[in-house]
């Protein structure tokens, strides 16, 4: 008699990053994919620490299952996060397909083309933080963007620090770190 493998369980895991997006179109498309399971959340996937949900789904699956997404950012922003949920899943013998992108894990060519976007995803990350830093230097350049307010009145930290307070009273007194305190005290 040959031992047979047994057919896994298909589970989708949707995501969007804010409270005021939905995840109801994510959801039907990973239910028209046959998932049994759809694991969903609203969180940044900057930090897989901080999705409870893929944290579960992702100790939960097996070996034969299926990790069903829409597409491979729903999953990680960057590369190495995405190689590593990957990693993760081909030690456990789960396969990762994709509804909106010819990723399926279980094919050569699938696992080339999640390098190939996990590789695009990052290098557009990149992009746009690097946009982001030159917008904010024009801004500052203009006048426009000056940073958020203070959290700590420096004239007064240096008003009481020549009245002979110690930078631990005011830290205690303006209820904000010493390390603040000792950083307006430095300037």
Do not use: W
Not at 48 to 60: I, S, W
Not at 90 to 95: E, H, I, Q, S
């Amino acid at each position: 008699m040959s031992a047979k493998k047994s057919k896994g369980r298909v589970y989708g895991y949707a995501r969007v990053s804010s409270i005021d997006q939905d995840v109801t179109i994510q959801r039907e498309a990973l239910e028209a994919a046959g998932c049994h399971v759809v694991r969903e959340e609203k969180a940044s996937a900057t930090s897989l620490k901080k999705r409870t949900e893929l944290q579960t789904l992702l100790q939960f699956l097996g070996e034969c299952d299926t990790l069903v997404v829409t597409r491979v950012d729903r999953l990680a922003r960057s590369v190495k996060d995405l190689q590593d949920i990957v990693h993760d899943l081909r030690g456990k013998g789960v396969t990762l397909r994709a509804t909106e992108q010819p990723i399926d894990t279980s094919t050569p060519a699938g696992k080339a083309f999640l390098d190939m976007l996990g590789v695009f995803a990052e290098f557009e990350t990149a992009i746009r933080k690097e946009r982001q830093m030159e917008g904010i230097a024009k801004a500052k350049t203009n006048g426009v963007y000056r940073g958020r307010k203070p959290s700590i009145d420096a004239v007064l930290v240096k008003a009481m620090h020549e009245a002979r307070k110690s930078p631990t009273a005011i830290a205690r007194e303006l209820k904000v770190a010493r390390s603040s305190v000792y950083r307006v005290l430095s300037l």
